[in-house]
């Protein structure tokens, strides 16, 4: 299975930061990755696919990059909707593996 | 407007047996995967495995192979996931979701979930 490792764990910000959360594989593959935001009691909502592409109705503010091993989902300037979990997935093999989250919290 | 929607919360006893539901509409069910997620409690996801409706293939996560089952029934375009013993450790959230278009895409849509409780 391909690990998936998420950094920081948790981070705290203001409004108006610019957050970047990090994901890295165990092992390399292309840009099969998608970002998922989780508020609590909610279903995760997919934000980025194919690690760069934004899905339809997500801010423009959320971005994400990266291939191979490393990637990143960057918050260019964070709003208060924008406090969740965010969680990276590869979807380059089976099993589809998930990162271990990231906490978005207020300042 | 697709969705998925998915049975009721369920509180059940160790060795109890379950199957929790997730109907789709909105779209064409048999053109779809449709993938079952974990998540407890306070966890992150995990991805258990996808099921085509429209002939029944299914692909487990090692993790879940034999621990859990995946069945589909076009004409009612619903989706399944059963235990035939749960254990406390099947305490969880659980998410069926819709993958964009291949098995191995990301999950696009999403049900509201089904929380299972195992509780003696």
């Known amino acids: 299975d391909i690990q998936m490792t998420q950094s920081p764990s948790s981070v705290s910000a203001s409004v108006g930061d610019r957050v970047t959360i990090t994901c890295r594989a165990s092992?390399?593959?292309?840009?099969?990755l998608a970002w998922y935001q989780q508020k609590p009691g909610k279903a995760p909502k997919l934000l980025i696919y194919?690690?760069?592409s934004l899905e339809t109705g997500v801010p423009s503010r959320f971005s994400g990059s990266g291939s191979g091993t490393d990637f990143t989902l960057t918050i260019s300037s964070l709003q208060p909707e924008d406090f969740a979990t965010y969680y990276c997935?590869?979807?380059?093999?089976?099993?589809?593996?998930f990162g271990g989250g990231t906490r978005v919290e207020i300042k | 407007e697709e969705q998925l929607v998915q049975s009721g919360a369920e509180v059940k006893k160790p060795g109890e047996s379950l199957k929790i539901s997730c109907k789709g509409s909105?779209?064409?069910?048999?053109?779809?995967?449709i993938g079952w997620v974990r998540q407890m409690p306070g966890k992150g996801l995990e991805w258990m495995g996808i099921?085509?409706?429209?002939?029944?293939?299914?692909r487990y996560s090692p993790s879940f192979q034999g621990q859990v089952t995946f069945s589909a029934d076009k004409s009612i375009s619903t989706a399944y996931l059963q235990w035939s013993t749960l254990k406390a450790s099947d305490t969880a959230m659980y998410y069926c979701?819709?993958?964009?278009?291949?098995?191995?895409?990301?999950?696009?849509?999403w049900g509201q979930g089904t929380m299972v409780t195992v509780s003696s």
């Open positions: 092992q390399t593959f292309g840009s099969w």
């Open positions: 909105g779209y064409s069910f048999t053109s779809f995967w």
């Open positions: 194919a690690a760069s």
């Open positions: 979701a819709r993958p964009r278009s291949s098995s191995d895409d990301p999950f696009d849509i």
């Open positions: 997935q590869q979807a380059n093999s089976f099993p589809l593996t």
């Open positions: 099921i085509y409706p429209g002939d029944s293939d299914t």
